[in-house]
């Protein structure tokens, strides 16, 4: 933890009013980008997943949003292996399952009914194919995550009112619907211990019980403070370590930085900011993903990728980190 200067502390003892909230983090540089997305001098760009080749963990895919368009495919080098044209798709995740590579992704072309749409992915040739849709009731499909609860793949439908819808992806039914007051998103899944993580953007992080059965009351997770997190809470990570360890992982847009909590306790971990390096800084992130592994030489022990909010002149892209530099520098 970082101590503010001693003539900033005094200055703010004299003050009439409360000094502004302090928003510290330390400074990690990417190691990689994406090209930009297709959609110029728009907010485009939103979410990214990614699928860790195991058998060459350099060929690793990275699968990614223009909430405009489409789906873009990228490699680790950062250059385009595929784009389908996909609608006004928003947020995107994939899992493996059943001897597939499954990508599901929420579809907000029709504003008045939700829509999940589903794509395999070739992980030789980094190709998308269309594998069908989903309903997923009334209302903005915002959010999407996925989860394997058991041996069935479920997407969790975050509609951008608050309700969080679960569908199972085999049979298209929504097996039951959870709630949050206010405008949501970000989500992400621990299949771990079957714990579903959800960001109401002005108010901070919950979790539910993941399983079909389970209980749909929301449990508080973090606040938005205005110092660990600031307005907006946007995308959602999990870098899991052992059975239930690991960290969950906070774009904390309102003031371009990340924040960690540690699993599963959620005790604050660290902070941090993407500054300009070999390549640019990130800000205003909305969609994350994190994959530990080894992903390579560039990313050893992990990879991080953030979405981009501001990659002028050219348009929004995805910016890759090396989850052994986010380590470093918060000491973990």
């Known amino acids: 933890m970082r ?20 928003t510290l983090a330390e400074s990690v540089t990417a190691r990689g980008e994406t090209v930009p997305v297709g959609t110029s001098r728009a907010d485009a760009a939103d979410d990214p997943a990614i699928w860790r080749n195991a058998a060459n963990p350099s060929a690793s895919l990275i699968v990614a949003t223009d909430k405009k368009s489409g789906l873009w495919v990228y490699g680790l080098d950062g250059r385009q292996r595929d784009f389908v044209r996909a609608g006004l798709v928003n947020n995107v995740d994939l899992r493996e399952h059943g001897g597939r590579i499954v990508v599901a992704a929420s579809d ?12 395999t992915l070739d992980g030789t040739t980094g190709k ?3 594998a069908g849709q989903r309903q997923a009731g009334v209302g903005e499909a915002y959010g999407l995550c996925m989860g394997i609860i058991g041996t ?7 509609i951008k009112d608050g309700t969080i819808r679960q569908v199972d992806l085999d049979t298209g039914q ?3 619907t959870m ?8 989500c992400v899944v621990d299949d771990r211990t079957a714990t579903l993580f ?37 995308g959602l990570a999990i870098a899991p370590v052992g059975a239930d360890g690991g960290w969950l992982v906070a774009s904390s847009q309102g003031d371009n930085a990340y924040q960690l909590f540690r699993l599963p306790d959620f005790a604050p971990a660290g902070r941090f900011r993407v500054v300009a390096g070999r390549y640019g800084a ?37 910016k890759l980190m090396a989850w052994d530099d986010v380590k470093a520098a918060l000491g973990l």
Not at 4 to 21: K, M, N, S
Not at 152 to 158: D, I, K, N, T
Not at 179 to 186: F, I, R, V
């Open 174 to 176: 929504t097996v039951r």
């Open 282 to 318: 990130t800000s205003e992130t909305d969609g994350i993903e994190v994959a530990l592994g080894d992903f390579g030489p560039a990313f050893p022990g992990g990879l991080m990728v953030a979405q981009d909010g501001d990659n002028a002149p050219a348009a929004q892209n995805f």
């Open 128 to 130: 998308l194919t269309h």
């Open 152 to 158: 069935r793949l479920y997407a969790f439908v975050v």
């Open 179 to 186: 709630k949050l007051a206010t405008q949501s998103e970000g």
């Open 198 to 234: 959800v960001g109401e953007e002005n108010v901070g992080i919950w979790r539910f019980d993941a399983k079909p059965g389970g209980d749909t009351a929301p449990a508080p997770v973090a606040k938005v403070d205005g110092r660990l997190l600031v307005a907006d809470v946007e």
């Open 3 to 22: 101590v503010a200067p001693l003539a900033a502390l005094l200055l703010a003892g004299c003050a009439t009013t409360p000094p502004a909230p302090t």
């Open 108 to 119: 907000r072309s029709d504003l008045a009914n939700a829509r999940v749409v589903l794509f």
